[in-house]
C-alpha cells in the first residue's frame, strides 16, 4: 500500500514568505508526527497528532510555526515569514497507534531553503 | 536536550565485517526503537525493543537493552555496502526523541 506521502519534496523561498508543507499519511493512522532535520543532524521533535487535536505542541520553534490535521488524515505546517534558519528537511511520520507504542513510518521529506 | 545519544558518530567497515552502535538515554522507557535512514530519505524502522526484554533479533541486526545502564546497542552482522546509511535511536519519553545518529559506511 502507499506509504507516507510529503508535498513538496522540494521547496525553495524568499526570506520573509510564507510556506506550506503537507503530508499525507498512511490511510488508518490515527497518529501524526512532524519532525525537523538540519543538515547532519539528528530529528527535532516540531508537533504530534492524535485524530484531528495535537496534544503536543511544545516543539514549535516560535509562533510562526503552525500545524493542523483536517479528517484525521492530511496535516499541513505553516511557516510565516521564513528565516534562513527555518532551512532543513521536514519529515513528517504516521503510526497506527499513538504513545509510541508502535513504529512510526516515515515520508522522505520537504527540503525547504530559504533563500 | 537529546533524549537519546549515539555512539559512535561515525563508523567505517570493510564489507563482511560487523558493526556495532551504542544508544544511551536518560530516563527510564517503555520502549526504544531503532531506525535506518539512507542519504536522502526518510527514516525506516528497524526493531522495537520493550524494556522488560533484554535482546532481540531480525535477521542480520541484533539489539540489546540494558535499563540498568540505560543503554541499548545495535550490532550488524556481515555487512553489506547496502547498510550503508544513518543509524537512529528513539526513545518514549513524552514524544519519541531521536539522537543525532551513527553514520556507517560499508566499504566494498
Known amino acids: 500500500g502507499a506509504g507516507v506521502s510529503q508535498s513538496p519534496s522540494n521547496k525553495v523561498t524568499e526570506k520573509g514568505k510564507d510556506v506550506e508543507l503537507r503530508c499525507d499519511p498512511i490511510?488508518?493512522?490515527?497518529?501524526l508526527y512532524w519532525y525537523r532535520q538540519s543538515l547532519g543532524q539528528g530529528l527535532e521533535f516540531l508537533i504530534y497528532f492524535q485524530g484531528n487535536s495535537a496534544p503536543d505542541k511544545s516543539g514549535l520553534p516560535s509562533d510562526r510555526f503552525s500545524a493542523e490535521r483536517t479528517g484525521g488524515s492530511v496535516s499541513t505546517l505553516t511557516i510565516q515569514r521564513t528565516q534562513q534558519e527555518d532551512s532543513a528537511v521536514y519529515l513528517c511520520?504516521?503510526?497506527?497507534?499513538?504513545?509510541?507504542?508502535?513504529?512510526?513510518?516515515f515520508g522522505n521529506g520537504t527540503r525547504l531553503t530559504v533563500t | 536536550s537529546q533524549q537519546g545519544e549515539e555512539d559512535p558518530q561515525a563508523l567505517s567497515i570493510q564489507e563482511g565485517e560487523n558493526a556495532t552502535m551504542n544508544c544511551s538515554y536518560k530516563?527510564?522507557?517503555?520502549?526504544l526503537q531503532w531506525y535506518r535512514q539512507n542519504s536522502g530519505r526518510g527514516l525506516v524502522h528497524l526493531i522495537l525493543?520493550?524494556?522488560?526484554?533484554r535482546e532481540k533479533h531480525s535477521g542480520r541486526l541484533r539489539v540489546t537493552l540494558d535499563t540498568s545502564k540505560k543503554s541499548s546497542s545495535l550490532l550488524i552482522t556481515a555487512s553489506r555496502a547496502a547498510d550503508t546509511a544513518s543509524y537512529f535511536c528513539a526513545t518514549d519519553d513524552h514524544k519519541l526523541s531521536f539522537g543525532a545518529g551513527t553514520t556507517v559506511t560499508v566499504r566494498a
Open positions: 530516563t527510564s522507557i517503555n520502549n
Open positions: 525493543i520493550r524494556s522488560n526484554e
Open positions: 490511510s488508518g493512522h490515527t497518529a
Open positions: 511520520a504516521s503510526s497506527l497507534e499513538s504513545r509510541w507504542n508502535s513504529p512510526l513510518h
